[in-house]
C-alpha cells in the first residue's frame, strides 16, 4: 500500500485531497492546524478510511520538531510515497490591504514551512531513492474572476520548487507543482447566471467541475509524476497551458 502525508489538511481543497488519495487505496498521513478541525474530519470519514487516515496537529515551525513528525509518520505507514503541501487559498490582496506587516510576516512563515517540511521528506525520500513531493496552487489570473490569488507565495513556491527540484534528481525523488483552474466556489454556485458568464469564453460554455471532479487531476502526478520534476502542471481550465 502506498503512503502520502498530506499538510495543511483544515483547507477544504486539501481534505478533498486527503479524502481521494483514501479512496484511491492510500494510506494517508494528514496534519492540522487544530486538534478540533482534526477530529471533525475524521469523524466524517467512513470507517474504512477511518482505519487508513492517521490524523495529526502539526507542531510549531522548528526543524527539528518537523523532521521527527515526519519521520514518526513514516515510521507508522511503513513508508513514505508522496508528500503534498497543501495551503489554504486565501486573497493576498485583501491581507495586504488589511495589514502590510501581518501579510509579510505571514508569507514569510507559508515559505519558511514550504522550505522546513518538503526538506524534512526529501531526506526521508532520498534513503529509499523514490518518491514525489506535489504543491498544489490556485492560479493566480482567476482573481479577475473573483478566485482568491496568492501571488507572492505561488511565485516563491514556484522558484524553490524548481531550484529543490535539481538537488533532489540524484535521489531519484520528484517536486513538482500543480496548478488548479476554474472549479464551483461556494461563495460562487448561487450567483445565477451573471456570475456562470466569468467562465464562458468566447462562444464556449465549458461545464466547471466541482472541486471534487478538478482533485482527481492529482492522479496525473501520482501515477506519471515520477518521470518528471521542477515542472508547474496545470490543470482545469481558465489558465494557460505551456508546450
Known amino acids: 500500500m502506498k503512503t502520502a502525508y498530506v499538510h495543511h489538511a483544515e483547507s477544504i481543497a486539501v481534505q478533498v485531497m486527503a479524502v481521494h488519495l483514501l479512496q484511491r487505496g492510500l494510506q494517508v498521513t494528514a496534519s492540522f492546524a487544530t486538534v478540533k478541525q482534526a477530529e471533525k474530519f475524521h469523524s466524517e470519514l467512513s470507517v474504512h478510511d477511518q482505519n487508513n487516515c492517521q490524523i495529526i496537529v502539526a507542531p ?11 519521520s514518526a509518520s513514516a515510521e507508522h505507514m511503513q513508508g513514505l510515497d508522496f ?15 488589511g495589514d502590510p506587516l501581518a501579510f509579510a510576516l505571514t508569507s514569510q512563515r ?26 498544489p ?69 465549458p461545464a466547471v467541475p466541482e472541486l471534487e471532479e478538478l482533485i482527481q487531476g492529482l492522479g496525473l502526478l501520482l501515477d506519471y509524476g515520477q518521470g518528471m520534476s521542477g515542472q508547474n502542471i496545470t490543470w482545469g481550465y481558465g489558465i494557460p497551458s505551456v508546450l
Open 137 to 205: 496552487m490556485l492560479a493566480d489570473m482567476l482573481h479577475y474572476s473573483g478566485f482568491p490569488s496568492s501571488p507572492v507565495y505561488n511565485q516563491g513556491a514556484l522558484a524553490y520548487a524548481k531550484s529543490f527540484a535539481k538537488e533532489m534528481t540524484p535521489f531519484r525523488v520528484a517536486v513538482n507543482t500543480l496548478t488548479w483552474g476554474f472549479y464551483c466556489a461556494e461563495n460562487h454556485m448561487n450567483a445565477g447566471r451573471n456570475r456562470r458568464k466569468i467562465y464562458d469564453m468566447y462562444t464556449l460554455k
Open 110 to 135: 507559508q515559505l519558511s514551512e514550504l522550505f522546513l517540511y518538503t526538506r524534512a521528506a526529501g531526506n526521508i525520500m532520498a534513503r529509499k531513492q523514490k518518491g514525489q513531493m506535489v504543491i
Open 60 to 70: 510549531d515551525i522548528q526543524l527539528k520538531d518537523v523532521e521527527s513528525l515526519l
Open 83 to 97: 508528500y503534498i503541501h497543501g495551503s489554504s487559498w486565501t486573497d493576498e490582496q485583501v491581507e495586504l490591504e
